[in-house]
């Protein structure tokens, strides 16, 4: 069984960078699709970012609101996927959430499981 712990959150300034760090544990990680999300006080839950397995090359995948700000990785060896956040807005005031699934090469914005804990992100004027 999968589990997964988002931390790397806090507070930001408008403009600031943070890094969200993803650490799973249980089935192959290399295997899984990964994926951020992110749900703001008030709001549904939201897409940000994903990225495919060594199988379909580390494919990127992004919101457009996430696009050209924010990239996403992972490292199999550790079984760790990251969201580096440039460039904050305090529209990027969120809790922000990891998830995998088995990878089959399309629907990256949907479908998964479980949800953890999250990592509260705060932006600043």
């Known amino acids: 069984q999968k589990q997964l712990t988002e931390s790397g959150g806090g507070l930001a300034q408008v403009g600031g960078s943070l890094r969200l760090s993803c650490k799973a544990s249980?089935?192959?990680?290399?295997?899984?699709?990964v994926a951020w999300f992110r749900e703001a006080p008030g709001k549904e839950r939201e897409f940000v970012a994903a990225?495919?397995?060594?199988?379909?090359?580390?494919?990127?995948y992004y919101s457009d609101d996430a696009q050209g700000r924010f990239t996403v990785s992972r490292d199999d060896s550790k079984k760790m996927a990251y969201l580096q956040m440039n460039n904050l807005k305090p529209e990027d005031t969120a809790i922000y959430y990891c998830?995998?699934?088995?990878?089959?090469?399309?629907?990256?914005?949907?479908?998964?499981?479980?949800w953890g804990q999250g990592t509260q992100v705060t932006v600043t004027a």
């Open positions: 998830n995998s699934k088995p990878d089959v090469g399309r629907n990256y914005e949907i479908n998964y499981g479980t």
């Open positions: 249980g089935r192959a990680f290399r295997f899984d699709a």
């Open positions: 990225i495919s397995n060594e199988n379909y090359r580390g494919r990127t």
